[in-house]
């Protein structure tokens, strides 16, 4: 590795040994990234490293090979370029499959790149770890130590650059603490989880984390098993975050031109309750998941995705939007080590009413969902059957009541996306890029004693 | 073939480790890992994209007290690893020394596959993507669409400390996946079946792949008549092979060193008593033939062993890495695993099973008036606190008056790892592994094996939508 050579010119260097009708595609990446640990007041563990990547598409009349590698060595690059030829002899030709093409599509040109995470020292990080785990410790007698206290920062840069005149490069940094406290009543132990992550330091918001965590730990202690019933839930945004982070990716044209997607052939249809709007939007530099472009280099826009229950639009990269007859939305994701497929940068929902307590005032009885786990075991996006582990509270006449655990919710995704009856006005941007709020749905069937 | 040199050249790895301890390091280790892969996708009957990727590169670690610092870097030369070796030292703060590292042993492994993948043509792994997508739609009419994916990955893996320790291993998996995707009027469903092992090309030999991909192609056409699954507590039969990662959920996770020493995991304090049914033996093995989650040594250089985990129901034992069984004053049981260089290796299972009872498995569903009769499980989940874990059901069928009879939609299981142990009661005598599995903790994942006879458990709680 050289660090004094600059990834663009690298990319560059590597499209120009193109050859006759090749196209080529370099995406680079190089990452820094640090993660301090507290136990027991003091540090844990220090954890740092460099990363670098490299991963190259060459196509030749719909034929594509790929290779990557996880080094910029000069002889490494060399090396991924003749694999990647050599493995586009063993694909079959596909004429949708080209690189993308500029589009003329102006980049949003935002700045996300803030040097302050840089300049926080070691002794700092170690610092906010410790008191982050002091803090949960000393927030509730109950809570008798704490699994894991982080600070992690990172810092990357990525260049892409191809034939089709494409090159691009963007930098940008983060940070994050996480916290998971145990809380420990009699014979039982309850574990909490909160995090929060920002572009810069000082927006952290350590007292709501240490709150969250807490509360989380504490609030589930003496849940027990619900009776099977029929209700209404309320999820937290964490948790409309993933259910609809799992309605979105199927609605993205990877899953809907193979014919993966429940709502392939629905178009324009009433898909959802008339309330729900539902986006993807780069632009916003609220979310972390901002960015001036896609991972094919095309400029990031705001995509509408449903609008008033309306299936407005798919989301696709330049294949699907070739085999789909219709643009790019510049919804490629990628990292350097993969080849561009379609997905979300900063998922969002349309506004909402009310806040939590007035939302479950509204709702009456039913119950709300703190959390939710076996996503990726429960849930079919092919056929649209959810089933997922859940635990929280009940709402009983308007208010909150006792937590319970050990239950499972379960409908179809497409029932649910009907059955939502409100959402609240409680929006917020989460760490992992998407802007949700609360959202009430009928009819799910809760599955206990 | 025999290597004969290491991956990283020894007086390279002798000078690493002096550096990294001369900052008041009590402890050191460098490893190092050269990975080699290759993955071939067929989806809508065309091979669609052919990738390979190369990584390599050295994360030291060193300790002082219950202290740990760890760099990982890309850049393998003098100059690389003394960088990472200076930025890992750095939490020591102590006062400089320089004390020279003896290594013993040789540094070198040499690969158990009988074919390495990289010696096979592409053209040869194209035509196997071919041959199961045409088994998979000659199948059934029904199928609509078929992915079938091939992966290869060999992985070579130097360990070195200050205590001397210098092992290697040489890693290959081989596997091959088919999906499919049935329409039918109802709608879309799917079939899933995966065939992986520790070994290199000579799977094929080994394994029918047309019979894999009609079984996968058979799992969706069967779900197309599906009902959805009951909702609420019923007593559950599952197939031999299709749940161990059932066990891996509800007790495994549970049983290891570090979530146990935080208090983080149920089983805490109650080595020796009683934890479940009297029939059930729980172990976990890294030595077990070709098995998915079988290595050589752990990637902290610690030889695989068998450990029994649950003896007839009691608790026997943990398991450990270098870090928690250091505290605890006993050796390490070949646990400590981690996903790549780039991560610090934590206690994570291998392929963990329960062994054989005496049952046959006919009487075990005939002997279930009403119940589900689970075939495969998909991914699960476990809150190490509570013990409540959930897992999928990808193939699973109503049990009425001791035969098997409509199948189900998917859905997931509940439960609670201590009460399911319990509640297991009665082992068949058909033991079987299951498919490989990956296991995700703490944002790393590790290829894993799973297994279990036939059993099965008198309630558990099934997350359908029918009444």
Known sequence: MNKSVELPDIADELVSLAQGNEQVEVCLSRSRSTTVKAYSGEVESVRSGMSEAIGIRVIIDGQQGFATAGSLDHQVLSQVIEEARENLRFAESDPHQALAEPDGVESPDLDLVDSAVLKVTDDQKSAIAIDLEQRCLSADARVSSVRSAAWSDGWGEFALASTNGISIYTEGGSCSIGVQPLAVEGNETQIGYAGDAARRPDLLDVDRVVTEAVEGATGMLGATKPVSERLTVVFEPAVTSAFLGTIAGALTGDRVVKGRSPFAERLGEQVGASMLTLFDDPTNTDSLGADNHDGEGLAARKNMIIENGVLSQFLHNSYTARRSGVSSTGSAVRGARSTPSVGLHALCLGPGRLDRQALFEEIGNGIFVRGVNGLHSGVNPVSGDFSVGAYGHKIRDGLLAEPFSEATIASTLQRMLLDVVLIGGDFEFLPNGSGMSSIAIDDIALSGM | ?467
């Open chain 2, 1 to 467: 073939m025999k290597p004969v040199s290491p991956l990283l050249d020894r007086e390279l790895v002798q000078e690493t480790l002096a550096t990294a301890i001369s900052n008041g390091g009590e402890w050191a280790e460098v490893f190092v890992e050269d990975r080699q892969s290759a993955s071939a996708d067929f989806d809508e009957g065309r091979v669609e994209a052919m990738v390979s990727s190369r990584d390599l590169g050295a994360g030291i670690r060193v300790t002082v007290g219950d202290l740990t610092g760890f760099a990982h870097t890309s850049d393998l030369t003098r100059r690389g690893l003394s960088e990472a070796a200076q930025a890992a030292a750095s939490v020591a703060r102590g006062v400089g020394r320089v004390e020279a590292v003896a290594l013993h042993g040789n540094g070198l492994a040499e690969s158990k596959a009988r074919i390495l993948p990289e010696t096979i043509s592409k053209t040869q792994k194209v035509e196997l993507l071919e041959q199961a997508n045409s088994a998979a739609r000659a199948e059934n009419a029904a199928i609509s669409q078929v992915n079938v994916r091939y992966s290869e990955g060999r992985r070579r893996v130097l360990v070195a400390n200050s205590e001397g320790l210098f092992n290697a291993d040489d890693q290959t998996r081989t596997l091959l996946s088919v999906n499919c995707v049935a329409t039918g009027d109802q709608g879309l469903q799917t079939g899933r079946e995966t065939v992986g092992y520790t070994v290199g090309f000579e799977l094929f030999e080994d394994h029918d792949i047309e019979a894999m991909a009609q079984r996968a192609a058979g799992r969706a056409v069967t779900k197309l008549a599906a009902r959805p699954a009951p909702s609420g507590q019923l007593p559950v039969v599952i197939e031999r092979g299709g749940g161990g990662v059932l066990f891996h959920e509800a007790c495994g996770h549970g049983l290891e060193a570090d979530l146990v020493n935080k208090g983080a995991s149920v089983f805490r304090d109650r080595l020796g008593e009683l934890v479940a049914a009297p029939s059930v033996t729980l172990v976990d093995d890294g030595t077990m033939g070709v098995e998915w989650g079988t290595v050589a040594i752990d990637d902290e250089g610690c030889r695989a062993q068998r450990n029994v985990l649950i003896e007839d129901g009691v608790l026997t034992d943990y398991m450990w890495d270098h870090l928690r069984s250091r505290a605890a004053g006993r050796p390490a049981s070949g646990n400590g695993r981690r996903q790549s260089y780039q991560h610090l290796p934590m206690v994570r299972m291998t392929n963990t099973f329960v062994t054989n009872g005496d049952t046959e498995p006919q009487d075990i569903i005939a002997g279930t008036k009403h119940g589900v009769y689970v075939a495969q499980l998909g991914g699960g989940q476990v809150n190490t606190a509570t013990g409540d874990f959930v897992f999928g059901m990808t193939e699973a069928y109503l049990i009425e008056n001791g035969e098997i009879t409509a199948p189900l939609r998917e859905g997931n299981l509940i439960g609670n790892g201590p009460e399911v142990l319990k509640n297991i009661e009665v082992i068949g005598n058909d033991f079987a592994m299951g498919s490989p599995g990956t296991c995700g903790k703490d944002g790393q994942g590790v290829p894993v094996g799973d297994g279990q006879p036939t059993l099965r458990v008198a309630a558990l709680t099934i997350g359908g939508t029918a009444s």
